[in-house]
């Protein structure tokens, strides 16, 4: 079974190319690059065509860069691919040729000629196997799946059948128009993340990542479970640049594994921490990750809205993952790392200081109202400045062109995975899938918002089972969103961000934790049980989203009772989930209290004050009891 999904999520796999064709590719990469950042600076394309020109420049690379399949070979580009270069070209020069008519055409009202036909087709073609290769073959399938039902869902009798769509109409308003293949995702993708991810590789050629793992070690090394903590730490501050729990894991992961065990954490164990420490970081800010940009573009909610929102959840989060990392290593008895290999915090500040100048810059232009966009260049600018501070780090002429080539080719897979996504919504717009959709929540669920929530939370992770982040989401706002703002009304921000968690989550939740499989490569462990490790260390994330419907003062907080009532409640729910999770206490609970310390933290997230109050009376009480009856054993004993 684990061999049949690995092999349907699989992907095919990065080339590494050698000799002048390297080197072409780098300069085509960087040249992308630096496109991106004067069109989003300084420009002034209308933004479906710059959507649709920045789609097929990052077409060409992507063929040369990633391979068919996995057996393909790693250094030799094979015949195939070079036609699917040559088309992509053909197109891309087709597509930058026409952008005055993609700007000004009336789709719909003007027919198809022949070679926007050609065109059309061939590049959602481009645009399906390159989310094959990159994504895997199940987002593809969704894809496939929702075409279908775009063009033959005319013969479906019943609710959700639909009128007759044409090709040439399915065609028209999935390339000419912004609410497919060039609608929001790509749309974000070309432009904030594309600057986000450019700012997280240039701080990280910078030194970047270096000193923050050296300020997390600072901090946690030396205490129980130092080195797991370590990982939480310097995971979250890098992932909320990257945006990407994969590539967190795979960045970060690359030295905190080995060093948990080294100090000897079982490969699972090793590899559980990392997982569920870099998941979270696209949900931290300042930054988080692309689907909350897609998210600002999506619901019109400012990004800052959004920011501000989250940082309660986000703390909530990393507080959890850290008390279930300490409870399991004081029960384990892993210690920390030795006082030699604890960095000094004063002498990591000293030298590195400059490295959070580029952070406080990006918070201070995000509250002064900025764009995302020029917020991104203002830090990146930062980055590149401050990095001339630190010998060894500078980034000159070179370092400028080797983050730019590296931003573009990290930008290959989101890229690929947002077109899909657009494709997607293209075809619920055309079909009104979303209000068909709600009509099958409301005959599961009823009136219950309970129920529907649970269903939208499972539904969303099905939906992101295998998948980039951004995809994940874009699917649930699209198919769920309406359904729990519109019949449940629940407040906008609070839906979305609901949706949006579960959408993240999903890169660790099994069978398909794309984040396990990752860290699996490292540790050699086995990425289905590493999956279900990360998902105990971060229980209380898939409880949390739910207080942003029945606690919602923690997404707005104020100097009110009332909220911070319920921001102490989500508090100790959350620090009670964490202690029954790992069923320790300073000693072990046993099977009833720890029930009981879990099933209170649950009854924290009720709106109920009187339900509140039991559980948390009901949790402390079994602790304390737990807690009495140690103390009086051990008094015995002696």
């Not at 199940?138 to 009798?157: E, H, K, P, R």
């Not at 450019?198 to 600072?218: D, H, P, S, V």
């Not at 706002?477 to 729990?484: E, F, K, R």
């Amino acid at each position: 079974m684990i061999g049949f999904f690995n092999s349907l999520f699989s992907v095919g796999g990065r080339r590494k190319l050698e000799g002048p064709l390297a080197n072409a590719v780098k300069i085509y990469a960087a040249a992308v690059g630096l496109w991106v950042f004067y069109e989003t600076t300084f420009a002034r394309i209308d933004a479906l065509a710059a959507t649709a020109v920045f789609l097929c420049v990052m077409l060409p690379p992507s063929f040369l860069l990633v391979r068919a399949h996995a057996s393909a070979s790693e250094t030799r580009v094979p015949w195939y691919d070079w036609v699917l270069v040559a088309i992509s070209l053909a197109t891309a020069a087709y597509f930058v040729s026409m952008t005055d008519v993609i700007a000004t055409r009336m789709s719909l009202f003007m027919p198809l000629t022949t070679v926007q036909t050609i065109a059309a087709l061939a590049i959602v073609l481009l645009a399906l196997e390159i989310t094959r290769r990159t994504v895997g073959v199940f987002l593809m399938m969704i894809v496939v799946a929702f075409t279908a039902y775009n063009l033959f869902g005319d013969l479906i009798s019943g609710p959700l059948g639909h009128g007759v769509i044409t090709l040439n109409h399915f065609l028209d308003v999935n390339v000419f128009t912004g609410d497919g293949l060039f609608g929001v995702p790509v749309r974000v993708a070309a432009t904030y993340v594309f600057l986000f991810v450019m700012f997280g590789t240039f701080l990280e050629k910078a030194g970047g990542g270096e000193f923050f793992f050296r300020i997390a070690a600072a901090i946690a090394g030396r205490s129980h479970g130092g080195p797991a903590k370590i990982a939480v730490i310097s995971s979250a501050l890098f992932g909320t640049m990257s945006g990407s729990p994969t590539s967190d894991v795979v960045t970060t992961g690359s030295i905190t594994i080995p060093m948990m065990r080294r100090l000897k954490y079982s490969p699972r164990l090793a590899s559980a921490v990392e997982v569920a420490a870099s998941t979270g970081g696209s949900i931290l800010p300042p930054v988080m990750g692309s689907a909350a940009f897609i998210m600002a573009e999506y619901t019109g909610i400012s990004y800052i809205t959004i920011v501000a929102a989250s940082i309660i959840p986000a703390i909530l989060y990393y507080a959890c993952i850290m008390l279930q990392v300490h409870l399991r290593s004081e029960r384990l008895e892993l210690s920390g790392l030795g006082r030699d290999e604890v960095p000094s915090l004063a002498t990591t500040l000293r030298e590195g200081w400059v490295y959070i100048v580029p952070l406080v810059v990006l918070v201070v232009a995000l509250l002064q109202g900025y764009s995302p966009t020029l917020v991104a260049v203002f830090a990146t600018l930062s980055v590149i400045v401050a990095s001339w501070f630190r010998p060894g780090h500078r980034l000159g002429p070179v370092g400028i062109f080797d983050g730019m080539a590296s931003t573009t080719i990290r930008m290959l897979g989101v890229t690929g995975a947002c077109a899909a996504a657009g494709l997607v919504i293209g075809g619920i717009t055309m079909t009104g899938l979303a209000m068909k959709f709600s009509y099958i929540t409301f005959a599961f669920a009823g009136d219950s918002m309970a129920l529907a929530l649970v269903l939208s939370a499972a539904v969303t992770i099905l939906l992101g089972l295998g998948m980039p982040t951004p995809s994940a989401y874009v699917l649930a706002a699209v198919l769920i969103g309406p359904t729990l703002v519109n019949e449940f009304q629940i407040p906008l921000l609070n839906a979305h961000l609901f949706l949006m968690y579960f959408a993240v989550l999903s890169a660790m939740t099994p069978p398909v934790a794309v984040a396990a499989y990752a860290a699996a490569a490292i540790s050699d462990a086995n990425p289905i049980g590493i999956a279900l490790s990360a998902c105990k260390l971060s229980l209380a994330a898939f409880i949390l989203p739910f207080a942003f419907v029945y606690a919602p003062s923690i997404l707005n907080p104020a100097f009110e009772m009332n909220t911070l009532i319920q921001i102490t409640t989500v508090c100790i729910g959350t620090v009670l989930l964490a202690i029954g999770a790992e069923g320790f206490f300073r000693r072990s609970l046993d099977v009833v209290p720890r029930g009981v310390v879990f099933c209170g933290g649950l009854m924290m997230f009720t709106p109920s004050y009187l339900v509140s109050a039991v559980g948390a009376a009901a949790g402390i009480g079994a602790i304390l009891l737990t807690l009495a009856r140690g103390n009086r054993a051990k008094q015995i004993s002696t």
